[in-house]
């Protein structure tokens, strides 16, 4: 190997044009430039110099050959999909320092076995570890402040007995084919889509501790026809239930605990049930064909973005029973007019927000 194999401009590497299996980059480069390694196909061994600070996104995707890499403590960033598609890489290190374990990082590294992620890390972004189905253990110290979605989704190797993939107090993907699951009692969060277009899933137990569950979680479980929500759970995020056919009623209302959380009809007159207590966050969002909506004395509460982007909105009765609407309820609803008892909390809101406002008594 000679340094002719290096395209290097001042102290940025920017291509590697060789044929080695055994590549050492020379001493002085600081950065490791977008794809400079990308689709090589002999590299096996790397070693990175001490003068390194940054590997650029996709600069070694692709590496087939690729078996270790050593990256010294010096980097302090390295950006998505570095290492996505190394399907052969078993041996890397991430150093001390590093803060975020970007976006499709080591994606498909199916000969990952094993992987340290060091204290100073605080988020790990979605698809970071996606397929990496030989993964089996994984050490994640509690500095971690978000997780997205995916990022260990189809890592077989980290999955339970029954298929459930728990990292810390996280459930984080699920690779059984079990129509009805009961979620394990260590979790205290299910991840956003974790449950996603799984369209066999009949009933979901969730036990009591388990505190958030995110977005979009059981998207499209078109037969979903069961799931309990315990008194533990303190946020449920956006179109949780979305697409949940089996959960609706007979009028497409999906409700759960007297939350109504989708509708799933075509109708564009919307008369809300009786036991329903609050509206929740997105219930309706971008359902551009609804034109008006009734709601029961018995709601209590509308949620963020509930009516989002209705566009076609024009009437909503609001009993005075309201006392909240979050943020952003009604945006983007420009021909909308609230009808409401006179005095009421609905009446306010529409006058703090621009919103057309006429008393209905009753």
Same mark, same amino acid.
């Given at each position: ?27 002085? $480069? *600081?950065?490791?430039? /977008?794809?400079?390694? !990308? ?10 110099? %001490?003068?390194?600070? +940054?590997?650029?996104?996709? *600069? ?22 570095? !290492? ?38 605080? %988020? $790990? ?12 253990? $994984? ?5 971690? *402040? ?5 990022? &260990?989704?189809? +890592? ?34 299910? =991840? ?5 277009? !799984? ?32 008194? =533990? ?10 697409? +949940? ?15 109504? /959380? ?17 509206? =929740? ?5 971008? /359902?551009? &064909? ?14 963020? /973005?509930?009516?989002?982007? +209705? ?28 009808? *409401?008892?006179?005095?009421? &909390? ?17």
């Amino acid at each position: 190997m000679d340094n002719k194999d290096f395209i290097i401009e001042a102290d940025v590497l920017v291509e590697y044009t060789g044929t080695s299996s055994n590549v050492v980059v020379p001493n002085g $480069i *600081a950065s490791i430039e /977008y794809q400079a390694f !990308f689709g090589n196909k002999n590299v096996q061994n790397i070693v990175l110099p %001490n003068t390194l600070t +940054c590997i650029e996104l996709e *600069a070694f995707k692709g590496c087939t050959g690729l078996e270790s890499i050593t990256i010294p403590d010096s980097v302090e960033i390295i950006e998505f999909a570095a !290492f996505d598609g190394c399907i052969n890489l078993k041996n890397v290190n991430i150093p001390e320092g590093i803060k975020n374990i970007e976006y499709a990082m080591f994606r498909d590294c199916k000969s990952l076995k094993n992987i340290n992620i060091p204290s100073t890390v605080t %988020n $790990i972004d979605k698809h970071a570890f996606y397929g990496c189905e030989n993964l089996e253990t $994984i050490n994640i110290s509690n500095n971690i *402040a978000s997780i997205g979605i995916h990022a &260990f989704d189809k +890592c077989k190797g980290l999955a339970d007995q029954n298929g459930f993939i728990v990292v810390n107090d996280l459930l984080l993907g699920y690779v059984g084919n079990s129509k009805n699951l009961t979620v394990p009692n260590n979790v205290k969060t299910i =991840s956003g889509e974790v449950f996603k277009n !799984f369209k066999e899933l009949e009933s979901v137990t969730i036990p009591n501790g388990v505190e958030v569950i995110e977005n979009n979680a059981f998207e499209n479980c078109e037969n979903l026809k069961y799931v309990n929500l315990p008194n =533990s759970i303190k946020h449920i995020g956006f179109h949780v239930f979305y697409g +949940c056919k089996a959960l609706a009623d007979t009028e497409g209302h999906v409700i759960i605990n007297n939350v109504l /959380y989708d509708y799933i009809s075509d109708d564009y007159n919307v008369i809300i049930p009786d036991n329903v207590t609050k509206i =929740s966050n997105d219930a309706f969002y971008g /359902y551009g &064909f609804i034109k008006n909506v009734i709601l029961p004395k018995s709601v209590k509460a509308i949620g963020k /973005y509930a009516f989002l982007g +209705c566009a076609k909105l024009e009437k909503i009765f609001i009993p005075k029973s309201v006392s909240v609407i979050e943020d952003k309820a009604f945006d983007g609803c420009d021909n909308l007019t609230i009808y *409401a008892p006179s005095e009421s &909390f609905a009446e306010q809101y529409a006058k703090e927000n621009n919103i057309k406002f006429t008393v209905k008594e009753k």
